[in-house]
């Protein structure tokens, strides 16, 4: 009986300092998660500070231009905003998932940001309005106009999944500005910093 009641107490006390070391390394694991968590989140607002001054254009075809640059001073003027050449300072051909886009970079934010607030003019401007001698196919095939900011992937799948909930009428409208999210509910405007996309809801957001 004595020996059963020491082997007892033995493996009750293992069991105790078991317990405690499992202890001591689930936290040492949260902390470390929450250091990486951290760093992805720097490393998330260094690479949109980047992109501070860039901004995509979608949906005008290939076929409509011949320089990206053309599009851009065409697109500025359309919107009554002045652009000229020394003010970009590189454009190119972007592939996405909703196909073949234009990215600018503007040598000043000042630009990019007088051009970005310009874009609600956007749904009165076609493809032919920038093109005039573009042909009837090419400027009838592009459907709207886009100006978007040029995101990093992990906040472009914030906005999505937030155009999600506006699909749904969840949110009235969503934008980003600086690479910062806001929405429209109830017709007022909120700011909110992005958060991870298992918490992302509609509670997440101010009423």
């Excluded at 697109?75 to 998932?97: C, F, G, M, R, W």
């Excluded at 699909?167 to 999210?181: F, H, T």
Aim: net charge positive; charged share 30%; hydrophobic share 35%.
């Amino acid at each position: 009986m004595a020996t059963l009641k020491e082997a007892l107490a033995k493996a009750t006390k293992e069991r105790a300092s078991a317990e405690k070391e499992l202890a001591a390394v689930t936290k040492r694991l949260d902390e470390q998660q929450e250091e990486i968590a951290e760093l992805y989140d720097l490393l998330d607002r260094l690479e949109q500070y980047t992109w501070k001054n860039s901004l995509e254009i979608h949906g005008i075809p290939e076929e409509a231009y011949t320089s990206t640059e053309e599009v851009i001073l065409k697109l500025a003027n359309a919107l009554e905003v002045t652009v000229v050449p020394q003010d970009i300072e590189i454009s190119h051909k972007l592939t996405t998932k909703r196909g073949k886009a234009i990215i600018a970079k503007f040598i000043s934010h000042k630009v990019k940001t007088n051009l970005y607030r310009a874009r609600a003019k956007l749904k009165n401007i076609k493809v032919s309005d920038l093109f005039t001698g573009s042909s009837y196919a090419t400027s009838t095939r592009s459907e709207k106009i886009f100006l978007n900011e040029n995101l990093t992937s992990y906040r472009r799948r914030i906005v999505n999944r937030a155009n999600e909930k506006r699909k749904n009428g969840e949110l009235l409208s969503v934008w980003s500005l600086d690479g910062q999210y806001l929405w429209k509910r109830r017709l007022k405007v909120g700011q909110s910093k992005f958060q991870k996309l298992k918490t992302l809801n509609t509670s997440d957001l101010p009423r």
